[in-house]
């Protein structure tokens, strides 16, 4: 038996482990379906900050994945409750799309222009135009306290690379030479630290999975959790060779925890 299923709780990342985009990776399904049968408790973390957790709840169980919406964890929920804690009913400006709004107004944050503004989220936009980066500019010349949903600089598309929250927060300290106060996003402490609050367990008794060194193997060792590296996403093996940060474990498919 694999030594991590022993563990009770694993804090699962989506794209690259189980999914990439909109279509399902079978070996990361299958392994996710099988923690679950034995009864291990799952949390889904996820930096993508386009989308609310209803709708990565959809996309799971369109892959097949039975998961309930307190079982994700995104970068978008985390950065409106992170909000939400530090200031009820706070005035926000964003750049984000629906799906960051969604979460937003779901915690009773108020969304206002950047003039009115208390927080500036930046969180990706793909119909980001020149308008909408003025404001943000704005905002951040006024000072307000700025949060970003994540710290990604890209994000693997299926045929290719595509800006990720990056292409934002370059351009505002390019031009304003301020960077967020706040990431919430992997591999920051503050949305690890809601997953294992979501899965009530002690950081001994979890595992962190992703496909990311920098980004979910970091962030598990941010928490001090054990982590595991999958080769289904974005890392190869060869990418282990010469890298700063390495996992505790390495698989080629989450699957494989059931066949080593
Ligand atoms: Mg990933």
Request: charged share 25%; aromatic share 6%; hydrophobic share 40%.
């Given at each position: ?206 595992v962190v999975?992703g ?5 979910d193997v970091?962030?598990g060792k941010?928490?001090?959790a054990e982590t595991l590296l ?17 996992p505790d474990y ?11």
């Open positions: 038996m694999h030594p991590l299923l022993k563990k009770k709780g694993f804090i699962i990342d989506i794209d690259g482990v189980i999914g990439k985009s909109v279509e399902p990776i079978e070996e990361g399904v299958k392994g996710v379906q099988k923690l679950l049968e034995i009864g291990k408790r799952v949390v889904f973390v996820s930096n993508n900050s386009t989308r609310s957790r209803r709708i990565l709840l959809e996309r799971l169980k369109s892959f097949g994945v039975s998961a309930e919406e307190k079982d994700i964890i995104s970068a978008t929920h985390a950065t409106a409750s992170f909000i939400a804690k530090e200031k009820k009913g706070a005035k926000v400006f964003t750049t984000g799309e629906t799906g960051l709004q969604e979460e937003l107004i779901n915690a009773n944050l108020k969304l206002v222009d950047y003039r009115d503004a208390e927080y500036l989220v930046v969180g990706s936009n793909r119909n980001l135009d020149y308008d909408l980066m003025t404001r943000a500019l704005r905002c951040c010349f006024l000072g307000v306290r700025y949060i970003a949903t994540n710290p990604d600089k890209i994000f693997p598309s299926e045929d290719g690379p595509t800006p990720g929250t990056g292409l934002i927060i370059g351009a505002l300290y390019w031009m304003t030479g301020r960077m967020p106060d706040v990431i919430v996003g992997k591999p920051s402490k503050i949305i690890m630290l809601e997953a294992l609050e979501r899965l009530n367990l002690k950081v001994e008794d979890v999975v496909d990311q060194i920098e980004v970091v962030a941010n928490i001090g999958v080769l289904t996403g974005v890392t190869k093996k060869e990418d282990l060779n010469g890298a700063k940060v390495l390495v698989l080629q498919s989450l699957n494989d925890l059931f066949f080593s």
